[in-house]
């Protein structure tokens, strides 16, 4: 069974930064896509980034463009995301997933989650 676990998250000023982790239990899972996406309270999950881990494609929501960066470690089995200027809008859940098909930005086409780690921006 894959398992996928988040680290990284907590509280940050506005224009802070933050990197989250999320590792991932086996290597056959470098051949996956791997999301990363966000929650607030009473709002939908929205896609955030996602990578190709074997091919180092990556793809971004606009509202996080030019701040967030998605990278992998493949002698990690890891993904990273890495969020700089912070805003009180980013507040959120991360979560991380993996799906293992072709880049998606919908939540219900991923097939492993994360537990999520909670990213706090004050303003």
């Known amino acids: 069974q894959v398992q996928l676990v988040e680290s990284g998250g907590g509280l940050v000023q506005a224009g802070g930064s933050l990197r989250l982790s999320c590792a991932a239990s086996?290597?056959?899972?470098?051949?996956?896509?791997m999301g990363w996406f966000r929650q607030a309270p009473g709002k939908e999950r929205e896609f955030v980034a996602a990578?190709?881990?074997?091919?180092?494609?990556?793809d971004y929501a606009d509202s996080v463009k030019g701040r967030f960066t998605i990278s992998s470690d493949n002698a990690k089995n890891t993904v990273y995301l890495q969020m700089n200027s912070l805003t009180p809008e980013d507040t959120a859940v991360y979560y991380c997933?993996?799906?293992?098909?072709?880049?998606?930005?919908?939540?219900?086409?991923?097939?492993?989650w994360g537990q999520g780690t909670q990213v706090t921006v004050s303003s």
């Open positions: 997933a993996g799906r293992s098909s072709t880049m998606r930005k919908v939540a219900g086409a991923y097939d492993y």
């Open positions: 086996e290597r056959a899972f470098r051949s996956y896509v």
């Open positions: 990578i190709s881990w074997s091919g180092g494609s990556t």
